[in-house]
């Protein structure tokens, strides 16, 4: 069993950055999908950038909403994922969650909720002044 906790979460002011964590437990990830995805109040939850790993090959999708603010990466030491987010907006205030599956094949990393098969908690990302 895999879990997945999300930290980094907080208020921030239009512009700022923010840095979310993924931790995972559980399992190694050696070959991996991590998403992030975000749920703003009364709406669905939408993708927002994955990440995706088999043996030395590594690629990402980004909705268009925050491709070029936003990064995803991996910290391999210590088994986590990172959202780096930069230049943020009110529009971004959501909680955010990130989520976890072994492979899915696909010419860029999956953006569907079903494709993934962990979810952690979400944290709580709130931009305004």
């Known amino acids: 069993q895999v879990q997945l906790v999300e930290s980094g979460g907080g208020w921030v002011q239009p512009g700022d950055s923010l840095r979310l964590s993924c931790a995972a437990s559980?399992?190694?990830?050696?070959?991996?999908?991590v998403g992030w995805f975000r749920q703003a109040p009364g709406k669905e939850r939408d993708f927002v950038a994955a990440i995706r790993r088999s043996g030395g090959n590594t690629d990402t999708s980004f909705d268009g909403s925050v491709k070029g603010r936003f990064t995803i990466s991996r910290d391999s030491a210590n088994n986590m994922w990172s959202l780096q987010m930069n230049s943020l907006k009110p529009e971004d205030t959501a909680v955010y969650y990130c989520?976890?599956?072994?492979?899915?094949?696909?010419?860029?990393?999956?953006?569907?909720?079903?494709?993934?098969?962990?979810w952690g908690q979400g944290t709580q990302v709130t931009v305004s002044s």
């Open positions: 559980g399992r190694t990830f050696s070959t991996y999908t």
């Open positions: 989520a976890a599956v072994w492979w899915v094949a696909g010419p860029e990393p999956p953006r569907a909720e079903y494709e993934y098969d962990y």
